[in-house]
Nanobody
Framework: EVQLVESGGGLVQAGGSLRLSCAASGFSFDDYAIGWFRQAPGKEREGVVCVSNRIDSTYHVDSVKGRFTISMDNAKNTVYLQMNDLKPEDTGIYYC??????????????????WGQGTQVTVSS
């Protein structure tokens, strides 16, 4: 059974940092890319970052470039999202998701096969 469990969300002041974790089970990172998405109240879900382990490729939406870093620990079956210099507009529920692909990861949610339950990130100004 495929499972994705996010953790690490919380309340932080603008300029602060958080590290989100996505613990994965039931599949291999060689067969699936991992993406982080977020959804703010009243807004559409947005693809933030993703990583394709097989081809060592990542994607970052422009608004987080230079601030967010995705990394993967194969031994722990865990993907991390390090978020630095957080801004109030980063507030939202953050989800990790798995996409079966052998190529580049996608920033489009419907292409993902499995989703976690989400973790809330709130950035105060």
């Amino acid at each position: 059974e495929v499972q994705l469990v996010e953790s690490g969300g919380g309340l932080v002041q603008a300029g602060g940092s958080l590290r989100l974790s996505c613990a994965a089970s039931g599949f291999s990172f060689d067969d699936y890319a991992i993406g982080w998405f977020r959804q703010a109240p009243g807004k559409e879900r947005e693809g933030v970052v993703c990583v394709s382990n097989r081809i060592d490729s990542t994607y970052h939406v422009d608004s987080v470039k230079g601030r967010f870093t995705i990394s993967m620990d194969n031994a722990k079956n865990t993907v991390y999202l390090q978020m630095n210099d957080l801004k109030p507009e980063d507030t939202g529920i953050y989800y990790c998701a798995a996409e079966r692909t052998y190529f580049y990861c996608s920033n489009v949610g419907y292409q993902y096969d499995y989703w976690g339950q989400g973790t809330q990130v709130t950035v105060s100004s």
